[in-house]
């Protein structure tokens, strides 16, 4: 990994807060000419620090008016409880994000449903059918107050 | 909220896929002409569809090498103002997501560090610190995939 200066750093936090923005305005910025400026992002990006970019979508755009968050818990007395839980769990649709925790929760699913009867339908049916849970508590979610991936630079 | 129709879903799957495409290059995936394809893009994002726009950056080249989620019990509730907490907690610059939510806890955050003396740095001195912040519960991601919305 090369090492990342200031003005890389700088650069990179231009870019989180304005995603848009293009080479000649980040440049503008970050006190650049748009070439050098240009050079820097194209090294960020084949060294590998700048990943790709995303598009955020809003779920309740898309009909999901419920998300909830479901920690659980595995049976550990089962050597492989992770993997076939998580295998699983992959084959669950309406599950979009699957992390694994060292504390308290051993595995968190994110879940989304059209409404409340639907939810109910997916819990029943799928996500209470998943092996080894040995505990299961859900968060659901009211409102985003924050949501960003913006890493304090 | 806008009526989405399949070539809206086709764009929405394209740049789900890969953010970083134009409206020229999306055009092209999804058989409409450039022009008309920017005016769709415009709209999904006008509309709210598309929420948002980021750069995915790798946090353990850039130092960041532990994420943590909490879940946040409020201690007083009634006398502490829930605003307060609420626009506190937001302007930590290492907790990224704040979500309000219905269950064992009221809030879950999203934290990011250096490693662990760096969390616990961050969680003594502006999580613990939060006006009306109760039980406090920690997990360390070690992992973590996720899949495209359903579209």
Known sequence: ?153 | MMDLDDTDRAILRSLQKDGSLNAAAVAKRVGLSQPACWRRIRKLEDSGVISGRSIRLNQEALGFGVTVFLGIKLATRGRVSVEDFERAVIAIPEVQVVQHVLGLYDYRLKVVARDIADFERVLRRRIMTLPGAGAVDSNVLLSEETSPLLL
């Open chain 1, 1 to 153: 990994m090369q090492d990342i200066d200031d003005t890389d750093r700088k650069l990179l936090r231009l870019m989180q807060h304005d995603p848009a923005a293009s080479t000649s305005q980040l440049a503008a910025q970050a006190g650049l000419t748009t070439a050098s400026c240009w050079r820097r992002i194209e090294r960020l990006e084949t060294a590998g620090v700048i990943l790709g970019r995303d598009i955020r979508i809003d779920p309740k755009a898309l009909g999901y008016e419920v998300e909830v968050s479901l920690r659980i818990t595995l049976d550990k007395t089962h050597s492989n409880a992770f993997d076939v839980f998580i295998a699983e769990a992959r084959k669950i649709p309406e599950i979009n994000e699957i992390q694994t925790f060292l504390g308290r929760v051993d595995v968190r699913l994110n879940v989304l449903a059209r409404d409340m009867a639907h939810y109910q339908d997916i819990y029943r049916t799928r996500l209470l059918a998943l092996p080894h849970i040995a505990d299961i508590e859900a968060l659901m979610l009211i409102s985003n107050l924050k949501n960003s991936d913006i890493l304090p630079l």
